[in-house]
Structures are given as C-alpha cells and as structure tokens.
C-alpha cells in the first residue's frame, strides 16, 4: 500500500487583482482606447448603494461595474430613443394650434440585459527543475503572460460580440469543437456586404450573393454610413472634438485592397483622399491611431477580424464556413481554390458592453507537494452588443470579398 499522508499548507492562495496587471492587460487591448472613461451617476435617493459608477455614453464601449458591489448574475440598463415628433408651433394667424396639451410624445425606451460569466485560464511549471532552468522568473513571467492573455481575449470576445460571432471556451473534446460560449453566435440584424468590381459598386444582400472579386472601396463606406444614420434606429455617432464620427474596423485584407483601390474604381481613391484629409491639427489620441479618415468615418486596421473561406468544392465545407447560419454559400460562385470574405465592422457610440462583476484575480496553487506551482486569473465578466427592439443598437457587419 503506498505511502498517504496528509499534506498541510497553503494549496490554494487567492492574491488580490493588481493595478499593475490589469493595466499591462489594457494596454495590449486594441479595444482599450475606445472604452469611455468612468463617471460617477448618482440615482435617486440619498442611499450610498444607490450611487453606480458608469462610462461616458461618448465612447463605443460602455464599462459597467455595478455588481462589483452588489449581489445579482446580470446587468440590465435602459437605452431611451431620442423624440422623433417637430414640436407644435402658433403665428399670429393660428395662436391656438401651438397647445402642448393632449399633444405630448411618448418617450420610447427599451432595455438590455448583460449576462456575466465565470471566466479565466491558468498556466503551470513542472516542478523546481524547469523554474532553476528558466533564464527568467516564473512567477514574473506567468502573471505578464497572463495579463496580456486577458487583453487578447477581451479583444477577441469584444469583436466576436459585435460581429455576431460566437466565443467559445476550450472545455471540449476535441478542444478545436468548441465548448461552454462565452458569446452565443446571433446573426447580425444591421449588414452590408457586396464590394467594388471593375469600377462598379454593388451592395449584395447576402454574402452568398457576392462575387469573389467584389473588394472594400469608399463606395462601401459610404453606403455603410448611409445605411446606418438612414434606417432605425439611427446608429449615434461618437462626438470627437465637438464633431460626430463613426467608427470602421477593417481586416489588414480590406485595407490592403482599400489603399490599393483593388476594384477599379474610375472615381476618388484612397490615397487622394488621406492626401487632403488633413487630420495633423487633430490631437485626439483616436485620429493618431486611425487608419485614415472618410465622410465623417474614422477608419482602423484590426487584426484579428475574422475571415471565412471556401477552399473545395464540397458543400458541406461551404457551409461551415458561412459567417451567419442559412447564408449559404453555393458551390457554383465559388471556385475551388477559394476565396475569402473578410468580416469588418461598422460601430457609434454604445456600440458594445464590458460589465464586471469581479476584476480579475490571481489565485495561486501548489501541486506534487508543492513541487509544482500555479497560477490562475479570474474573473466575472459580461462582453457583448446592446440589441434593443431585436435591433443592434449601434453597430453594423461589413463583409467584402478580398483579393
């Protein structure tokens, strides 16, 4: 019978969140510059608890902290639909047609609610060896891998939440199947897609419909503005020095064709218009970052936009690669050594939602007697898009072919 004693000590040790952390972690977050700074709003009542810390609504990310401090599993706000009715109005010739009695508007105002999860990751040595090898210090080392891990994440689910695509855990066999979702897969209710070919812009209503050559233009921008400030909800803009903007996130693909005006287009291209945008004066940490700028449109490379790509002539693959489900992509569009559809997004202010209900924590753990160490971060989060009336409330996908 082998040995079993009873090992006291320190198995678990939960260290408390540090600024140093989460600020390394925000500052690999691409997203980070785009979450308003925190305000103080006090409700009504003179209680203490009824004092909640919020984010400018000014910003495409709102930051919610509410149950940081109170008990609950969720975080639901109201968004309140601007008056849409001219006023009543008298002359001298009609002074009784400008009563306000009997005549009031409605204020319409609809409600989102944000789910939080349990969510973390852990990393471990295999015992002293590998930490007396290492030219670095573990424990340094494990809390930065960490820290830039939660920005990476946050940034992934962040983008995942906006383009309706779904962010799942690695709690699965195999792991590449997928496990528990962070973020469900919800078909985005606001889209574009279509792209320039030839020197002609065509707007496609599905990405099944679209031609492997139609590419990312300023046509596209364009329609993708017009779209958002002319259907309802109007998607509110994000006033940057006293003047509106919407944000566009394009993959390094949509920007390589956008700059190398890969359509065709005969009218104004890229380059002509960052030439004479003339956005130096602009001090706006946001105009430093930016792509360029186009029709009140501020424009920003990411990454990590997702892309999908038919790669055979198999039905079945073409299928699982569509980004939305039912949008089926025919065998006979696509030939067979692919083609991509790259998913960009368009986004105004209140476009997305990052609650808490816990900051990330280090927990620490022993393993082999002590032999091995651990650590692990986590936390209680809640990414996602604000959906009011079954509409997104302020953001809209953009999917172009990409040469």
């Excluded at 105002?109 to 210090?137: F, I, K, V």
């Excluded at 360029?292 to 501020?298: P, R």
């Amino acid at each position: 019978m082998a040995y079993a004693d009873t090992l006291t000590g320190a198995g678990n040790i939960a260290e408390q969140w540090s600024k140093e952390f989460f600020a390394y972690g925000m500052k690999n977050m691409f997203f980070s510059r785009f979450i308003g700074k925190p305000t103080k709003l006090i409700h009504a009542g003179k209680r203490p608890s009824q004092a909640t810390i919020q984010t400018d609504p000014n910003s495409l990310i709102q930051l919610k902290m509410e149950l940081m401090k109170e008990a609950g599993e969720a975080i639901t706000f109201p968004i309140i639909a601007p008056l849409t009715g001219h006023g009543r109005v008298a002359t001298p010739a009609a002074l009784t047609t400008g009563s306000l009695e009997d005549h009031e508007e409605g204020i319409l105002n609809y409600s989102y609610r944000q789910e939080l999860c349990d969510w973390g990751h852990a990393t471990r040595d295999q015992g002293p060896m590998t930490r007396q090898q290492a030219s670095w210090d573990w424990d340094t080392v494990a809390r930065q891998i960490l820290a830039l891990w939660f920005g990476q994440a946050m940034d992934a689910a962040t983008y995942s939440a906006l383009a309706g695509i779904a962010y799942v855990g690695d709690d699965a066999t195999p792991a590449d199947a997928g496990g528990t979702p962070l973020i469900e897969a919800v078909a985005p209710s606001r889209k574009v897609t279509g792209g320039m070919k030839g020197g002609t812009f065509t707007a496609k209503a599905t990405d099944a419909l679209c031609d492997d050559e139609e590419y990312m233009c300023l046509e596209m921008i364009d329609h993708a503005r017009y779209t958002a400030v002319s259907t309802e909800p109007i998607m509110r803009p994000i006033i940057i020095d006293g003047q509106p903007w919407y944000l566009m996130f394009i993959s390094s693909g949509q920007a390589k064709d956008l700059r190398a005006n890969a359509g065709a287009g005969t009218g104004v291209i890229w380059s002509d218009v960052q030439m004479n945008a003339n956005l130096r004066g602009l001090k706006n940490p946001l105009f430093t970052n930016a792509l360029g700028a186009y029709n009140g449109v501020l424009l920003f490379e990411y990454q990590r936009c997702q892309t999908r790509i038919g790669v055979d002539g198999n039905q079945q693959n073409l299928v699982k690669n569509a980004f939305d489900a039912g949008d089926v992509l025919p065998v006979a569009t696509w030939p067979e050594d692919g083609r991509s559809m790259h998913r960009g997004l368009f986004c105004g202010a209140g476009a997305a939602v990052h609650a808490y209900g816990a900051k990330p924590t280090f927990i620490r753990k022993d393993f082999d007697y002590g032999r091995q160490h651990g650590l692990a971060v986590n936390m209680l989060v809640g990414v996602g898009k604000p959906v009011f009336n079954a509409v997104d409330y302020s953001v809209m996908v953009v999917d172009t072919a990409v040469k």
